[in-house]
């Protein structure tokens, strides 16, 4: 089980001292939530994408690779990655820019938003959200996986032996999640590629989550990728802890282990799954607030979800991808296809 935690950058007025927080203090403070996430040991850092205020992220990768100067080891990624209304081609060209700073230490979660002017902003069409969606990963597949790349499509300009500078780090593209709250197609959408499905738990009920996820499972194995519990599974969450739960409650939200007990929920409806990243740093949280939140994480409530959540874990459900296991899995491949050929051979 990969944990972390993800941010939307906003710049919120603090409830408690009525201050809000310049933008500049609040991309700093980005950078200091993201270095002490590695510090207590989670395992990825995420952060979204906007282009309106109150919010600050309209760069996710430059944040990114500023953090990768910093950290050695936490997985970089962002928690969406606008696919509608980005042009695959520079989308392609950052995150493998990010995957070399990094040494590989990044993938990307890709989303429509839910901020509806950012369309016409870009030159795009709400009403085609699904269309561009499509369009635009199908291309951004090739340009991560071909040499040269010619294309024609509907949204964008066609491409003629067009090549990818630089190439993916290794040969091998970011590892790719489809992040939705709502949409079906786009569990659809990472099923029939095989890729990860990220549920952002936070907004509705279990049992739309629970409906979302199982159709990703069923059509992940309709496809062939494997069985339905094999499927690449991650869940968001939101969490404000004190160390006993009256004082939580009356602050904000819960304690340490109220947060465990209802994460450790999530698989009763979503399966054994591979990825749980918690929202921490919003609603004006003062960086020093943020901080202590990130210790609880790290001391107390991380440790156990790992244990609990090995616990009765069957042995072929996979772990999150990394930029290592699948460079593994590449050469593996390689290794079959030339073992094939020679078995061929006359």
């Given at each position: 089980?990969?944990?972390?935690?993800?941010?939307?950058?906003?710049?919120?007025?603090?409830?408690?001292?009525?201050?809000?927080?310049?933008e500049?203090?609040?991309?700093?403070?980005?950078?200091?939530?993201?270095?002490?996430?590695?510090?207590?040991?989670?395992?990825?850092?995420?952060?979204?994408?906007?282009?309106?205020?109150?919010?600050?992220?309209s760069?996710?990768?430059?944040?990114?690779?500023?953090?990768?100067?910093?950290?050695?080891?936490?997985?970089?990624?962002?928690?969406?990655?606008?696919?509608?209304?980005?042009?695959?081609?520079?989308?392609?060209?950052d995150?493998?820019?990010?995957?070399?700073?990094?040494?590989g230490?990044?993938?990307?979660?890709?989303?429509?938003?839910?901020?509806?002017?950012?369309?016409?902003?870009?030159?795009?069409?709400?009403?085609?959200?699904?269309?561009?969606?499509?369009?635009?990963?199908?291309?951004?597949?090739?340009?991560?996986?071909?040499?040269?790349?010619?294309?024609?499509?509907?949204?964008?300009?066609?491409?003629?032996?067009?090549?990818?500078?630089?190439?993916?780090?290794?040969?091998?593209?970011?590892?790719?999640?489809?992040?939705?709250?709502?949409?079906?197609?786009?569990?659809?959408?990472?099923?029939?590629?095989?890729?990860?499905?990220?549920?952002?738990?936070?907004?509705?009920?279990?049992?739309?989550?629970?409906?979302?996820?199982?159709?990703?499972?069923?059509?992940f194995?309709?496809?062939?990728?494997?069985?339905?519990?094999?499927?690449?599974?991650?869940?968001?969450g939101?969490?404000?802890?004190?160390?006993?739960?009256?004082?939580?409650?009356?602050?904000?939200?819960?304690?340490?282990?109220?947060?465990?007990d209802?994460?450790?929920?999530?698989?009763?409806?979503?399966?054994?799954?591979?990825?749980?990243?918690?929202?921490?740093?919003?609603?004006?949280?003062?960086?020093?607030?943020?901080l202590?939140?990130?210790?609880?994480?790290?001391?107390?409530?991380?440790?156990?979800?790992?244990?609990?959540?090995?616990?009765?874990?069957?042995?072929?459900?996979?772990?999150?991808?990394?930029?290592?296991?699948?460079?593994?899995?590449?050469?593996?491949?390689?290794?079959?296809?030339?073992?094939?050929?020679?078995?061929?051979?006359?």
């Amino acid at each position: 089980m990969q944990c972390g935690i993800f941010t939307v950058g906003d710049v919120t007025e603090d409830p408690m001292t009525g201050r809000t927080p310049t933008e500049a203090e609040r991309i700093r403070d980005t950078v200091s939530i993201a270095r002490k996430a590695e510090e207590v040991g989670l395992d990825v850092f995420a952060t979204g994408e906007h282009h309106n205020p109150p919010f600050t992220p309209s760069s996710p990768t430059t944040l990114l690779g500023y953090i990768a100067a910093q950290t050695e080891r936490i997985i970089l990624s962002t928690s969406t990655t606008l696919i509608t209304t980005n042009d695959p081609v520079k989308i392609a060209e950052d995150f493998s820019v990010l995957q070399h700073l990094s040494g590989g230490r990044v993938d990307v979660m890709l989303g429509r938003g839910n901020t509806g002017p950012v369309y016409p902003w870009f030159g795009q069409d709400i009403r085609a959200a699904i269309p561009l969606t499509v369009e635009h990963y199908g291309l951004l597949r090739r340009l991560w996986r071909e040499e040269v790349v010619d294309w024609n499509g509907k949204f964008r300009t066609p491409l003629q032996g067009f090549t990818l500078a630089p190439r993916p780090l290794d040969g091998v593209p970011p590892f790719v999640w489809h992040g939705s709250i709502r949409t079906p197609e786009v569990a659809e959408l990472a099923a029939y590629y095989g890729d990860g499905f990220f549920a952002n738990h936070i907004f509705w009920p279990p049992s739309h989550t629970k409906r979302m996820v199982q159709l990703y499972r069923q059509r992940f194995e309709h496809y062939g990728h494997g069985s339905a519990d094999e499927a690449i599974v991650g869940l968001g969450g939101q969490v404000f802890m004190r160390p006993n739960s009256q004082d939580a409650v009356e602050e904000f939200r819960g304690s340490p282990q109220q947060v465990i007990d209802r994460t450790l929920g999530f698989r009763e409806y979503a399966g054994d799954y591979q990825r749980q990243l918690f929202l921490i740093d919003h609603a004006g949280l003062p960086l020093k607030t943020v901080l202590e939140q990130l210790d609880l994480l790290g001391e107390e409530v991380i440790p156990v979800l790992r244990k609990e959540f090995a616990v009765g874990r069957p042995e072929h459900v996979p772990d999150a991808p990394t930029h290592e296991t699948l460079v593994q899995a590449a050469a593996g491949s390689d290794t079959d296809l030339s073992s094939s050929t020679e078995d061929q051979t006359p």
